[in-house]
């Protein structure tokens, strides 16, 4: 199943959750309205002993029943606006702190760099990483609406507890997730939970005050007895749909986590440090997000049959293949060692061109590697991680020098490094830019400086840049982030033309930091076909990339979309239509975009072969919409 078919198949539960909530809201409702009838009927009596009488109106149950609803629905939208910031804003609800790029604690600086090649070897943007302190047990989630805008969150415990090989596996486990599209919707179920869990908490402390209370009438009984009913009925629907977006989730991110990398010791060994150290959470909000964990966040008032993930020695046997002891497990982890001081500090960027080999076997630099590869073996690429791209991630990161990396560990060297990759070599453009780096407050000497060492590294260092310094921006406030982008877009245009390399910087910053950024896209449009002038655009932009003909390369990619189309002049290609276009294109029905995708690589691929520049190209055309490329490799297939 490819990274399409996956999210696609994540997208399905959605409807088996719909129709659980519906389930859900309807057993509260009958529930609500049997607790107010017999209260009304408690309290009918008490009066009645006084020589009042009441009646209930026509209406009771309609008001009880409405009342309900705008309560649960009241509940599910509040709750869903706190998660419109995505990752992020689960991660802060939830008590995590955010993890400073520029730590100097080794064990926060292991995560970063285990997180930083994951996320290179995806071909996502580097997700902004949270601790929460004050958990010493062994857990980790990821949230977000999207591979490019995730969080990765992980315990105190997890930091202290795990090695390197088993920390990697953890974060393998939640990149799966990530590349899978679980993410979307475990937020989308935090969201709908919400009212059902307000009325749950209200019943519990409603409950709690009636048993408390001196008054022994037996309306105030039967309220409190109701309300822990409706407590009750809300806490079973609720971990009823937690556990049905499916355990089976849970083995699929197991086995990918060994896939990336290439360790059964590593996820088996983090599994069972928590069957001795546990993985519980202490936190209130944690029975909503209990089913985002890489473990049990919470203890089942229902056993396994309501349980959010499988039994530890399921998964431990899925992995191993055998039943297997956590002790023999434990007995052979390795200790727990900090990260090298001086990792990735290396001379240079060698050779800095060419894909696919360590830093000191690169060819020279100067020259573009030719990848051969093909549509099909770029979509099943897709979310489905070797360990050559986990490798390969890990001698890009390596290869960077140290200074280059602290660049991107502060905002304002972040911002430097990504002005310097689109600072002019020379000429009446560079006079130009300084004034409008000046005009913006910034030291355009020193940016000038530093766009020499950025620009010296090489092709192949300016996507992991890009990534590096995203979760950094991304920290900025959103004011700032949004002067960030005016700044990078004026320097861009100084020289009144854009380069691919341009577009490539401005298009992948602008997805990760603009203002639609991490939130959920509707799939508003259910046919290619009704944005195919939109799909003309972007594919005659890749067309006149190529370095063959244009209109050849432009046919060769028509014939995957299927669509009777005519070439766009390279006039016609300005960077304002070309976001507008993928903007509309990224709202496009997801099972319609691998339709694109291939066209735009058959198209690149039209001579057979793929340089840098138009292998940064797709993957930046394509993060805007929501389908990350990993790196590509000289030894992949070609599958035209």
Known sequence: MNFFEQQDAARRHTTR??????????????AVNIVAALAFVGVSADLAKQGAHIQAPASFYAMVTLATLALIAGGSLVQMRRLAGGGAAVAIMMGARPVSRASSDPAERRLLNVVEEMAIAAGTAVPQVFVMDDQQTINAYAAGYSPDQAAVVVTRGTLEALNRDELQGVIGHEFSHILNGDMRLNLRLMGVLGGILLLTTLGRI?????????????????????LIVIGFVGAFFG??????????????????????????????????????????????????ASHMFFGEAITSGFGSLMATHPPLRDRLERIYGRPVAISEIVARSAPVLPEPADAGAVSGFAGGNTFGRSA????????????????????????????????????????????????????????????????????????????????????????????????????????????????????????????????????????????????????????????????????????????????????????HATKGDAAASFEHGLKELGIPLKLLEARALSLVAVKAALTRLNQLALMQKPRLVKALVQCALADGELGVTDAELLRAICSTLDSPLPPFFEAMPYAA
């Open 206 to 226: 409603l409950a709690r005050s009636s048993s408390r209370s001196n008054n022994k009438g037996s309306a105030f009984v039967l309220l409190g007895f109701g």
């Open 360 to 543: 000191g076997d690169r060819r020279s630099a100067g020259t573009e590697a030719a990848v051969r590869t093909g549509a099909k073996a770029v979509i099943a690429s897709m979310g489905e991680l070797s360990t050559r791209h986990v490798d390969y991630a890990h001698s890009l990161l390596e290869a960077l020098p140290q200074h280059s990396r602290e660049l991107t560990r502060d905002a304002a060297g972040s911002r430097h490094a990504m002005f310097g990759l689109v600072f002019a070599s020379g000429g009446p453009a560079t006079a130009a830019q300084m004034d409008l780096l000046r005009a913006g407050g910034e030291d355009a000497e020193l940016v000038a400086r530093i766009a020499a060492e950025v620009q010296g590294l090489g092709k192949l260092a300016r996507l992991p840049l890009i990534a590096l310094a995203t979760p950094t921006l991304k920290s900025l406030a959103a004011g700032e982030r949004a002067a960030f982008l005016l700044l990078l877009q004026q320097l861009i245009a100084a020289d009144r033309r854009i380069t691919l390399e341009e577009f490539v910087v401005a298009t992948m910053l602008e997805a990760a930091l603009g203002e639609r950024a991490g939130r959920a896209v509707p799939a508003t449009y259910r046919k290619l076909e009704l944005l195919a002038e939109d799909a003309r655009l972007v594919l005659s932009l890749v067309a």
């Open 239 to 288: 971990r009823l749909i937690q556990a049905s977006v499916s355990r089976q989730r849970e083995f699929l991110a197991d086995a990918s986590s060994v896939q990336f990398t290439r360790n059964r010791d590593g996820i088996g060994g983090a599994l069972a440090k928590i069957g001795r150290a546990g993985s519980l959470v202490d936190n209130p909000r944690a029975e909503a």
């Open 17 to 30: 959750l719909v129709l659980l909530f519906l389930l859900a809201v309807a057993a509260i409702v009958i």
